[in-house]
């Protein structure tokens, strides 16, 4: 495609120092897998960010040396290397005569031949056929939805997923929605990326106004396929482009609640043919140097901090998908030393800068990604001492406090001081904070209750920790039905804490005969009408074994309220709801839903009095998901 020929003609031109825009010029060029030297801070070359189309130049790294690391352009890919002693650039590659003479001796096809055309053999992640160039350029939107996605996209992900700045990507959204041709297959990428996650961000009726539709789930299909054929077409598994691996990590995050978790953590050719997963992405990541902060690197400050935003939105999700795999994220022990993003609006960089001005005091629109990488942050500090030390049982109790009110502290002073309750950035802001905080505590109290009987708790520690998960349910109610919060739900599912409303069920089995039991209920009946999920016993284990609790803690009550002769019970529509699907999925189920006998879930082994909380915590993983124990059954 001429338009790739040019665009890599460009990035090598600004590779080795010039200026793709100077005519006049003379290029000079250094030979094959030569390290270029270390420009000076004040280098021309160094601050011009930006071409005449508004391409991003963030991957426009010019070769250094500093100590033992690398970055090294060899291939037309920039990667970073430590030290040169592990691995030689000509160990992988045949002479191009042998290359060619093996080629001649077997009929490939055009996209084998690509691939061979670089003298290395195809491995799992290659793609065995991508799509060509003018299948792709037809899944493009038309151009007014095109912009309108845009659009959206800076009201509904932007402030949310801080990956680069609004002002860099705009010439390139333009021309993606009247001249798509003219895009790059980098850019192609991130532009179908932008394009699904955005769709994933709006209701039904704003599909329908954009699209003229009312079938949002056939446009995520259609752009998920498009976001992948386009990223098997640019190689994303041996990519170095930084416009690539920012796509990759915007698929993965739209995918996290379409695949399963254990997909995205690694990769599993499985429910989506050559899932790409965020392990990927830190991998590809750490490959293009992002590990390293941009400054030591001598980095221009716009490249240095956009590098930053990857990254640490990287390890931000990173956490979080291994929170739900129930595993240990990696980069929690990892040696990186990229400094968090600066404290700046969009605006406040450009490309001719020669430093970053002084962070902005209070609040701007990076501080909501800013103070879950503070939390991140303390968390990687304190997987030093262990990763599971919030909740072992050998801390005590005295010591977790003082560190979740270290955090706290932190949290106020840097942010929540600065939060205005009108502003839903802010709201979002605080909600977050908060719940974090009553997560932190909620884990930290989890030994108490391991291999424990709810009933040989004490009254004042069960009360503790259903006041703890009732207000995390409060704030979750809370955002989905906010409006100046509409646009940032589809975010706040990633962060559903199942585990706060699975002990709110099991208090509302041993409180059936309290008054209590009318506001448990009430919570429960709301977050279910919330989240669509809850309701699909079909989407997974931990669904399903949350809708027999359900069940099972309402015949609870339902019997005591029967006991007392009280007319006209009620029963609420999450518990009638599950009932008729429970029915529905098994044939032979009895009327009260008692027996599932095609279920994965055996409702005769649910045990209010001994829940394995850790389960729970670590989410279903892709596997079973022992969260009810039958040991003890009482």
């Known amino acids: ?132 160039a003018d299948e792709i350029l037809n899944r493009h939107p038309p151009p007014k939805a095109a912009c309108g996605l ?22 390139m959204m333009n021309r993606a929605a009247n001249e798509p041709a003219s895009l790059s297959s980098p850019q192609e990428a991130l532009v179908f990326a932008i394009y699904f996650i955005t769709v994933l961000s709006l209701s039904d009726a704003e599909c329908k106004v954009m699209f003229d539709t009312s079938e949002r789930l056939l446009l ?68 293009i140097g992002l590990h390293r902060d ?22 931000q999700v990173d956490m979080l998908i291994s929170l739900v795999v129930g595993c240990v994220p990696m980069s929690l022990n990892a040696n990186w030393d990229t ?14 800068m020669k430093t970053l001005p002084p962070d902005r005091p209070g609040l701007t629109s990076v501080s909501q990604v800013l103070y879950k990488y503070t939390i991140d942050q303390y968390i990687r500090t ?66 108490l209750m391991a291999n424990t009987r709810i009933s040989d708790m004490s009254l004042g520690d069960r009360d503790d920790f259903l006041k703890n998960c009732t207000k995390i349910m409060d704030y979750y109610i809370l955002v989905k039905t906010t409006p100046t919060l509409a646009h940032f739900q589809w975010y706040y599912e990633y962060y559903f804490a199942s585990s706060a409303l699975v002990y709110v069920i099991v208090e509302a089995h041993h409180r059936a005969a309290t008054a209590e039991a009318v506001s448990l209920w009430a919570i429960i009946n709301r977050v279910c009408e919330l989240h669509p999920k809850l309701m699909a016993l079909g989407s997974g284990l931990e669904s399903s074994a949350i809708a027999h609790l359900i069940i099972r803690a309402w015949q609870q009550r339902q019997g005591y309220l029967e006991r007392q ?52 915590e670590a989410g279903p993983a892709g596997q079973f998901l022992p969260a009810i124990r039958p040991e003890d059954k009482t």
């Open 220 to 287: 995520l299909d259609d752009f998920q396929s498009s976001v992948e054929a386009v990223l098997e077409r640019v190689g994303y598994a041996s990519t170095s482009d930084l416009l690539v691996l920012q796509a990759l990590y915007l698929y993965a995050l739209a995918m996290r609640n379409r695949a399963r978790p254990s997909t995205l953590f690694s990769l599993n050719i499985g429910m989506y043919d050559q899932l790409t997963s965020v392990g990927i992405a830190i991998q590809i990541a750490q490959r």
């Open 339 to 352: 400094n968090m993003p600066a404290n700046l609006e969009d605006s406040d960089v450009w490309p001719n």
């Open 150 to 171: 845009w659009t959206a996209y800076l009201t509904n992900v932007h402030p949310l997923v801080k990956l680069f700045f609004d002002w860099d990507k705009a010439p």
């Open 1 to 132: 495609m001429q338009q790739d020929r040019i665009y890599e003609l460009e990035q090598f031109i600004l590779r080795t120092g010039g200026d793709p825009n100077d005519v006049h010029q003379r290029p000079t060029f250094s030979p094959q897998h030569q390290v270029l030297p270390r420009p000076p801070r004040t280098s021309s070359n160094l601050d011009q960010k930006q071409d005449n189309s508004g391409i991003s130049c963030s991957s426009e790294l010019t070769s250094y040396k500093t100590r033992a690391a690398y970055l090294v352009e060899h291939d037309k890919q920039i990667r970073y290397i430590d030290t040169p002693v592990w691995y030689s650039w000509s160990e992988a590659r045949t002479p191009d005569g042998e290359a060619e003479a093996s080629q001649q001796k077997r009929s490939v096809s055009p996209q084998r031949q690509a691939q061979l055309s670089t003298s290395y053999y195809p491995a799992l992640l290659d793609p065995p056929a991508a799509a060509c």
């Open 294 to 315: 941009g400054d030591l690197l001598g980095l221009s400050p716009m490249v240095a901090e956009e590098r930053r935003r990857t990254w640490w939105q990287m390890q």
């Open 382 to 447: 304190t997987a030093q001492r262990g990763a599971a030390w919030l909740t072992s049982a050998k801390v005590s109790m005295m010591e977790k406090d003082a560190w979740t009110e270290y955090i706290r502290k932190e949290l106020v002073d840097n942010f929540l001081q600065y939060c205005e309750p009108v502003n839903p950035i802010h709201l979002y802001i605080q909600i977050g904070v908060q719940s974090f905080l009553l997560a932190a505590q909620r884990s930290a109290w989890q030994p």
């Open 565 to 616: 002769q009280t007319r006209d019970i009620e029963k609420p529509w999450c518990v009638a709801k599950l009932e008729a699907h429970v029915n529905a999925r098994n044939p032979e189920t009895v009327p009260d839903g008692q027996h599932a006998s095609g279920d994965p879930i055996d409702p005769d082994l649910i045990n209010f009095e001994l829940i394995d909380w850790s389960a729970w």
